[in-house]
């Protein structure tokens, strides 16, 4: 899945667009202020979402987040509804 188009809204929430024709608006609101999401409590960096040439979002310092995983929480849908062949189990190494 990829991400075509990306507008930052209030409250760290973005509203995407997706490879499938799904549009959405994504709260990422529990990242902020967290880890390397500091950054997005800086005025204005939030704002800077962009696009990659791979369809995931990223800002300035090199923060990005995966479009599936953003995917699965504009949907709610589980992995393997999005992943064909993805099984949750058990291995032993």
Aim: hydrophobic share 45%; net charge negative.
């Amino acid at each position: 899945m990829k991400i075509l188009a990306a507008q930052p809204l209030a409250e760290f929430k973005l509203r995407l667009g997706f490879s499938d024709g799904t549009d959405a608006v994504v709260d990422l609101s529990d990242f902020a202020g967290k880890g390397v999401f500091q950054a997005w409590v800086q005025p204005g960096i939030f704002e800077q979402v962009r696009v990659t040439d791979f369809g995931a979002v990223s800002w300035p310092g090199d923060l990005d987040m995966c479009p599936d995983a953003l995917y699965l929480r504009a949907t709610g849908n589980e992995p393997e509804e999005v992943l064909p062949g993805l099984t949750r189990s058990l291995t032993h190494a």
